[in-house]
């Protein structure tokens, strides 16, 4: 091949892989691709956003800008008036990599349900509610992956296997073999210029299952899928991308940060009254209520799957119970967590029960801050939480999270109104910074070190290399340092321009309520 400007790159993502397992597993001599890639490429860790998850993530390695650019601050919007949404593709600010080069192929990213038409084709992924509409763009597509590949599930139940370990492997692998049967049909496209496709599996077995057997074990199997993936871009003159969204480590023990809140008398859970008040008075709460239904073989997933989200939504709201939106009373709760380590306070002119005068804001942020940062180990003494400014973190977005609290390592965090605040952890593993990233191709240096590269250097670097312009407001940079000298990557300045994002998709369901309990099981929302 030529050392021209790319005219392809293959975007393989896999969500969840760590920069120290990968390069531990490499000197071990257990990845072999993955090897080549660090002898004949260029390699390093990926900084991911803050907080270190999904929604934000991939959404700023598709965009190349912040998530108060593109507009996504987690799984669930909430709203002035405390109840949320589910965010989807639609709610995407800024163009993606697939409206800036085309034509493209774009599989199972996370985000982007529903499928919208693009010059290309699309598969969503995590946050689709079913194979149906929405689920692909053409339509047709759908019926093509129902036809050839009929076990195709967009993810499992993951609550079910806390228990049941064995089964989770096995059932894990064969959302991995039927992942891959999608690749290998998106790659009988001939016609692209992107090709773009994610392997959410590992962040899925990591938050269930920390053990180095286990993990070596899927890490070789997607090496075996990472040298497929490195031939088929080779005999299409393609540069390949491999990219992780985050990084992962093990988990031990969690806070309860509303919890805390109410201990510090800046959250007052809600008094029962009216009919709430009747069922506490007859001792009814949502556990007491799931255990009874679990007695007869009803348990909550089944209670989240079957019945409409809008009458969970209010039976939620009605039992007593421990939920981080429905179980706070607004009118006397100076400031709430929610979500993935959001935190808001209840300023008047945002909230429509704000108590929280818009002067007394900073107080109230300065307060949460050094409570949140004052939390320790109870056995060790040790720090358990960070805590980050929102001004500092979402600059242009007068909405964002006035906080964001994320773990250090080894802590968890949860949003629950739970009787403990600190308590262990039924999650083996979480989210760290710290993920992956590895260019390879002609025009690729080899054996070169990235140089603090963060998820939003990932756009404008593979739009360089494609001698495509890069978005003005970006807020990424070119790693230039991976192009060869003698490329038209390495000898021209990066261009700048402007991209229109495409039409927002017609068809998107109502009802996410499979979605969300996937995320429950996973641990993202309570």
Known sequence: MSHQAQSKAFVLGLDGVPWYLIEQWVEAGELEHFATLMEDGAAGSLDSTTPATTPLAWPSIATGVRPDKHGLYGFRRLSESYTHHVYTGNDLQRPALWDMVSPAVVGNVPMTYPAREIDGVMVTGMMTPEIGPGFTHPESLTDDIRSRIPDYRIGLNWSQYFDAKDQFLADLNDLVRTRRQLMELLMEQDDWRLFFFVYTAPDR?????????????????????????????????????????????????????????????????????????????????????????????????????????????????????????????????????????????????????GIVDPVEVPAVKRQVKALFEGVTDPETGEQMLMVFDGDDLFPTDPNSPDLVVEPRPGFDISTALADDIISPTRMAANHLPEGIFFAWGPNIEAGVSTHEATVYDVAPTILHGLGEAVPDDTDGRVLSEIFTTDSAAGRTAVKRGSYTKGAAAATASDDFSDVENRLRGLGYIE
């Open 205 to 353: 077995l990591q938050h269930l299952i920390w053990d180095d057997d286990v993990q070596l074990t899927h890490y070789k199997l997607l090496d075996e899928i990472l040298g497929q993936v490195m031939d088929y871009a080779t005999e299409r003159d393609a540069t390949l991308y491999v990219v992780s969204d985050h990084g992962f480590g093990p988990v031990h023990t969690k806070v309860a940060l509303n919890s805390l809140l109410t201990e510090e008398g800046l959250l007052k859970p809600r008094t029962e009254r009216g009919v709430r008040g009747a069922l506490s008075r007859l001792g009814v709460t949502k556990e007491g209520v799931m255990g009874a239904l679990s007695k007869v073989g009803i348990d909550e997933e089944m209670v989240v799957e079957h019945l409409p989200q809008s009458l969970t939504t209010q039976v939620a709201k009605q039992i007593p119970g421990d939920h981080p939106l429905f179980d706070v009373d607004y009118a006397e709760t100076a400031a709430f967590v929610y979500s993935l380590g959001e935190v808001y306070v209840n300023d008047s002119r945002r909230f429509t029960a």
